[in-house]
């Protein structure tokens, strides 16, 4: 079955950088698109960026820009969100999902909360 | 960068109702929009693809239409387990917008 498992849960200083992984197994991992989402506390959702694990192509949210990076390991079907300068307003739940180019996220990792505090 | 509009931002109907909620995105986007549910606690759970396509196992009540700038999500009869938040997402460029969501509740 597909399943998507992040890394654990994480504290991190105003300053600092995160590094959050997703291990995806149960299906062809070079297919299909890999997403990054966050979600405050008590806010909606705001996707992040995406990679496409074949070339290693990404794009990232312009709110993200210069700030997150996305990176793919084929070898071990592990896809990273890397946030760099965190502040207290990246503490949040960061999520990775999958997708196709053509029919939206269809499974999601169980998230990660990464709280940012002095 | 396209923006993603939702309304209402908050609904309260009741068991049985008909519920609509809209996305409006501020250019064109064909129908490449998915609209998700997402509970309490839980992971947002994909709803509809491509304007209209209902995901597998995604009860029929709920349905999605329009094209373009346009959108809606519908429920034909709210059930208790339909109490959450949902979100539009558009997907015709690399950058996948959520609108900022409408919590529904009975």
């Known amino acids: 079955q597909v399943q998507l498992v992040q890394s654990g849960a994480e504290v991190k200083k105003p300053g600092a950088s995160i590094k959050v992984s997703c291990k995806a197994s149960?299906?062809?991992?070079?297919?299909?698109?890999a997403h990054w989402v966050r979600q405050a506390p008590g806010q909606g959702l705001e996707w992040m960026g995406i990679?496409?694990?074949?070339?290693?192509?990404?794009s990232y949210a312009q709110n993200f820009q210069g700030r997150v990076t996305i990176t793919r390991d084929t070898s071990t079907r592990t896809v990273y969100m890397e946030l760099n300068r965190l502040t207290s307003e990246d503490t949040a739940v960061y999520f990775c999902?999958?997708?196709?180019?053509?029919?939206?996220?269809?499974?999601w990792g169980q998230g990660t909360l990464v709280t940012v505090s002095s | 960068d396209i923006q993603m509009t939702q309304s209402p931002s908050s609904l309260s109907a009741s068991l049985g109702d008909r519920v609509t909620i809209t996305c409006r995105a501020s250019?064109?986007?064909?129908?490449?929009l998915a609209w998700y549910q997402q509970k309490p606690g839980e992971v947002p759970k994909l709803l509809i693809y491509?304007?209209?396509t209902l995901q597998i196992g995604v009860p029929s009540r709920f349905s999605g239409s329009g094209s373009g700038t346009d959108f809606t999500l519908t429920i034909s009869s709210l059930q208790p387990e339909d109490v959450a938040t949902y979100y539009c997402?558009?997907?015709?460029?690399?950058?996948?917008?959520f609108g900022q969501g409408t919590k529904v509740e009975i």
């Open positions: 999902a999958r997708s196709t180019a053509t029919t939206g996220t269809d499974y």
């Open positions: 149960g299906y062809t991992f070079t297919s299909y698109y």
């Open positions: 990679i496409d694990p074949s070339g290693g192509g990404t």
């Open positions: 250019q064109g986007i064909s129908n490449y």
């Open positions: 491509t304007a209209s």
């Open positions: 997402q558009k997907y015709d460029s690399a950058l996948w917008t």
